[in-house]
Each structure stands twice: as structure tokens, then as C-alpha cells.
């Protein structure tokens, strides 16, 4: 049976904290340094996920405190100041939130973090509830995956189906998480294939093929 890939849903954290819009300035300080996190999702009286409160949205106030208004000094923009005078997490929370459900793959959940820069990713419902949250410490969960079970993916799902018909003349190794292939193989466009193949599966780190076509 191949292995079956992760969903965020499989290595989220469930337990998450989050505010309300109407949280105070210094209730969402106190919240960040009680869990130990860096930001909260702020939630509406529904628990949707409206947006996301950091240290560094928090920090405006401190940045720009006793500084001058824009017209004085361009350099600094209006919605940092806006920020620096919020007062609860409705005003100091970056919207709209950056989310991710459930049933997205590890993958997508990653792609996602880099293109919008972020640490964590709230874990939404189809209705846009909060569920859990996942960060980077998380997707990187995958890689925990012993070098048997990857192996024996290989073997099942990329390996024999390219021998349905004969003993395969592949032999695969896996070494913290590197894929090592040799032997040789009837077709040879096939290899370029089997490289791919093998980079899609969860918790290969790296892919070293040795394959050749057999000597006629």
C-alpha cells in the first residue's frame, strides 16, 4: 500500500490560542507571552478568522512612539502609525488573515507560508472557523519518517509497477531520507520519470539515481 501523504490536518496543532477584535493592547501581549508565541489569529463572535496579530504589530507602538506625523517625516507610513495608536486587535491585526485548510497537503501549506512570509498559518474549516494552526516546525514533521517506510514506498509504488511483468533490476537504498537507485533499467526515457517520482514522496531529503539502460 503506498504511503499516504500528509495533510495539514495531520500535523497541525490543535490547541491554539486567539483573541477577540475588542482584546486590548496589553490582553494580547500578555497572551503571546503566556504561550510562548510570536502571533494569534483574532477571531469574530463566530470564530472565523479575521486576522492575525504579531509581535511586530504590537511593536509599532513602541517604534513609532514620540515620532513626528507623515508630512514631517515621509519615511514613515500610515498605517504603521494607525498601528502605533491601535488600542485592540481589530485595529493592530493584519488582514485580510493569511489561512490554510485542513485538507491541504504539507506541500501547499509550505508554498503558501513562503509566498506570504510567515512563520504559522491558521487551520480554517470550510466556513472559515478556526480549527488549529500549523507552523514551519510542523510541515517539517514529515521528515521524521523512518528510512524503511520510505523505501518500502518506493519499492511499491514507483518501483514494481515499472516491473508488472518481470523481477525488477533496481535496487533501492534510503539513508536519512537520501534515495539512492542503481541498476539499470529496459527503457531509459523512463529514468527522468522515476527521478520525479521519487522526489513526491514524503520525507525524501534528497534523490541520487544510478540507473542505466542495459547493455544489447
Known sequence: MPYAQSNVSDVMTQTVVAVSRAAVYKEIARTLAEWKVSAVPVLNGEDMVIGVVSEADLLSKEEHKGRAPVGADGLHRLTDLAKAGAR???????????????????????????????????????????????????????????????????????????????????????????VTLRGHMTDAALIPLVARLLRAVEGVVGVDVRLDAPVT
Not at 497537503?105 to 488549529?132: F, Q, W
Not at 514507483?158 to 534510503?174: D, E, G, Y
Open 88 to 178: 485592540t486587535a481589530e485595529d493592530l491585526m493584519s488582514a485580510p488573515a493569511v489561512t490554510v485548510h485542513g485538507n491541504a497537503s504539507v506541500a501547499e501549506a509550505a508554498r503558501t507560508m513562503a509566498r506570504a512570509g510567515v512563520k504559522r498559518l491558521p487551520v480554517v474549516d470550510a466556513h472559515g472557523r478556526l480549527v488549529g494552526i500549523v507552523s514551519r516546525c510542523d510541515l517539517l514533521k514529515v521528515y521524521l519518517r523512518g528510512d524503511d517506510d520510505i523505501a518500502a514506498e518506493i519499492h511499491d509504488s514507483v518501483i514494481a509497477p515499472l516491473f508488472s511483468h518481470s523481477r525488477p533490476t533496481v535496487q533501492v537504498r534510503v539513508e536519512e531520507g537520501l
